[in-house]
């Protein structure tokens, strides 16, 4: 199993920045590919990005291409989401996720969750 715990969410005015991050803890962070998911309040849980275990390939939703960029340092045990100019519809609880390697992660089907980090922006 993995553990996850996000960090970095927060409220923020539309056209800013913020950067989340996800520390795992347990087997080797090197095995899962990653995902970040999103939920606004009364909508289903969305995908957000993805990266592979390598970091070679990454994927993102086209509500967030060219904004967004998810990355990963694998000696950190630590994946991340930076977000740029924010929008108010990006405001959700935003969740880091793992499956192991080689599956589909453009879902929102993961095996591992963390608890969620708010974020919140503002017009």
């Known amino acids: 199993q993995v553990q996850l715990v996000e960090s970095g969410g927060g409220l923020v005015q539309a056209g800013g920045s913020l950067r989340l991050s996800c520390a795992a803890s347990?087997?080797?962070?090197?095995?899962?590919?990653m995902g970040w998911l999103r939920q606004a309040p009364g909508k289903e849980r969305e995908f957000v990005a993805a990266?592979?275990?390598?970091?070679?390939?990454?994927y993102y939703a086209d509500s967030v291409k060219g904004r967004f960029t998810i990355s990963r340092d694998n000696a950190k045990n630590t994946v991340y989401l930076q977000m740029n100019s924010l929008k108010p519809e990006d405001t959700a609880v935003y969740y880091c996720?793992?499956?192991?390697?080689?599956?589909?992660?453009?879902?929102?089907?993961?095996?591992?969750w963390g608890q969620g980090t708010q974020v919140t922006v503002s017009s």
């Open positions: 990266i592979r275990w390598g970091g070679g390939s990454t």
């Open positions: 347990g087997r080797t962070f090197s095995s899962y590919d």
């Open positions: 996720a793992a499956r192991p390697r080689g599956m589909v992660v453009t879902t929102t089907i993961y095996d591992y």
